[in-house]
């Protein structure tokens, strides 16, 4: 650790910020889709944490402070790497994404038989910040205020871009479940 920390904030890294570092991880690696990114992101978030943990005011929420240099490591990266990034990281796909079929009628056998591929894949198709909003509180389970402090926006915001997320993830699962239906269906000669 750099020596600008002092004992005590060494300490209290050690406490706050180490056990942390898997959900460092898992966060960048939904939001990037690549681990070797993912790594690296990681790696960059917790170098930015360490040099900035000193300005830390004790009894901050760290993990939700670590979490948001995760959040602007992603982003810096996306920007920094894509054609049109301010389109691309909270969604030029998001006209797209809004016009598509999502009025699907609710099966929890779609949710419950699909495959982590299926979901995974429908998880990617989500822009980045959709994905963070994913990953904080239904993969890791952070409450909507502590996810949405993480990634400065208003509570309200982060219910409504988690609702959309989750509508078309769903939409996505029962079109790839109708889809192989269908697929088994003429396999089996009865569609």
């Known amino acids: 650790m750099p020596s600008q920390l002092s004992p005590q904030e060494k300490r209290r890294f050690e406490a706050e910020i180490i056990p942390q570092l898997d959900v460092l991880y898992r966060m960048a690696r939904s939001v990037c889709r690549d681990t070797h990114t993912a790594e690296d992101i990681a790696q960059e978030a917790f170098i930015r944490a360490l040099n900035g943990f000193s300005g830390l005011a004790p009894g901050t929420n760290s993990r939700s402070w670590l979490a948001r240099i995760v959040h602007n490591t992603c982003r810096d990266h996306w ?55 994913i990953q904080l509180v239904d993969v890791e389970g952070w409450s909507y205020d502590e996810a949405a402090e993480s990634l400065e926006m208003p509570p309200g915001t982060l219910r409504s871009t988690l609702f959309r997320a989750r509508k078309l993830i769903y939409a996505r699962l029962a079109r790839s479940d109708h889809q192989s239906t269908t697929d088994f269906k003429r396999e089996e000669g009865t569609a």
């Not at 038989?113 to 995974?120: K, T, Y």
Request: no cysteine.
């Open 79 to 133: 920007r920094k790497h894509h054609r049109r990034p301010e389109e691309s990281w909270d969604g030029a796909q998001l006209a797209a994404l809004e016009t598509e079929d999502t009025a699907v009628e609710w099966e929890p056998e779609i949710i419950r038989n699909a495959f982590p591929d299926d979901i995974e894949a429908a998880l990617q198709e989500l822009p980045p910040r959709w994905r963070a909003t």
